[in-house]
């Protein structure tokens, strides 16, 4: 589906992604570099961040440039084959990205709750497994929605979203096999329903052990680290489910389009400004890479010399 039918809107819509798609990918690859470059960072919760910012670069690597090139060239086409690699990578990463929101949910839980036993439990080849398994159950998700969506006769080749977005392309089924994938749907969201109340779980007793600092300065560290967590959960949670709900109406309308660019562009980025730029450890970080480019473009210019 196009943004609009006007040249003028077109290359605006062009424009307007290219600027937001630069920002997200500078954002997150700025977080894996901090990460991977700065020592100090080397912990559970950065190495969490940083798998976060490649799922998010993934994510958003899927849609955004097909739409822009459409825009460009002014068609709305797009092949078999790209259809079906657009369905298995965006849940590939959306569902892996979700996974391990569900891990640092955990981790914090873990730091917060049992302080004193956070290595223990957070140890290095721990963390690995998770990370590991947020990837694997994403690859796995993705690879059953892709066979179960692309089963399926269709009728038309005419899909009412901006991308391939699996409810929009069950409307174009000629036979009942689109069920297959409907139960599917309906498993993805009681998992996705049950990961949700475990990260709820997790936060009220993480914020029962807050309210309980005696310090003022502890309790506001640890309301900083958690809530944009939790922000980002719900706003993916809310708006997914949101935009999947709605896709059962048989007509378009601008608010899926505006609730399915929310889950599936929103959150990657987001991810930069509020897990890091506000972040003390990862804005020195950063400014250390900086530092280093600029002398060793210094060093590179007085070799030249």
């Avoid at 955990?106 to 956070?118: E, S």
């Avoid at 899909?159 to 000629?174: G, T």
């Avoid at 959150?267 to 450890?281: G, T, V």
Wanted: charged share 10%; proline share 3%; with cysteine.
């Amino acid at each position: 589906m196009e943004f609009s039918k006007m040249r003028e809107l077109q290359i605006l819509h062009l424009v307007a992604f290219l600027i937001l798609y630069l920002a997200i990918m500078t954002g997150n690859l700025l977080i894996v570099f901090a990460v991977i470059f700065d020592h100090r960072l080397h912990t559970p919760m950065y190495f969490f961040l940083m798998n976060l910012a490649i799922l998010d670069l993934g994510s958003i690597s899927v849609t955004m440039p097909k739409s822009m090139v459409n825009s460009f060239f002014n068609t709305r086409l797009i092949s078999y084959s790209g259809r079906v690699a657009q369905v298995f990578f965006l849940v590939f990463f959306v569902a892996s990205d979700f996974a391990l929101l569900t891990v640092m949910a955990h981790d914090r839980y873990v730091v917060i709750c049992t302080p004193l036993r956070y290595e223990t439990i957070m140890n290095k080849g721990a963390c690995i497994q998770m990370v590991v398994s947020a990837w694997i159950s994403g690859l796995l998700y993705g690879a059953i929605h892709t066979g179960s969506t692309f089963a399926i006769t269709f009728c038309s080749n005419v899909v009412d979203q901006f991308f391939c977005e699996i409810p929009q392309m069950l409307k174009l089924s000629c036979s009942n096999l689109y069920l297959v994938e409907g139960g599917v749907l309906l498993l993805s969201g009681c998992v996705l329903l049950g990961c949700f109340i475990f990260i709820i779980v997790t936060y009220v007793h993480i914020f029962t052990t807050v309210l309980r600092m005696p310090s003022r300065q502890g309790r506001q560290k640890a309301f900083s680290a958690c809530l944009p967590h939790l922000i980002v959960v719900s706003m993916f949670v809310f708006t997914g489910c949101f935009a999947y709900l709605r896709s059962s109406s048989k007509s378009p309308s601008a608010i899926d389009l505006i609730f399915s660019f929310i889950y599936s562009i929103v959150p990657p980025m987001m991810n930069p400004l509020i897990y890091s730029m506000r972040n003390k450890e990862i804005k020195i970080a950063l400014w250390k890479l900086l530092d280093l480019k600029h002398s060793a473009k210094n060093d590179f210019s007085r070799f030249l010399q």
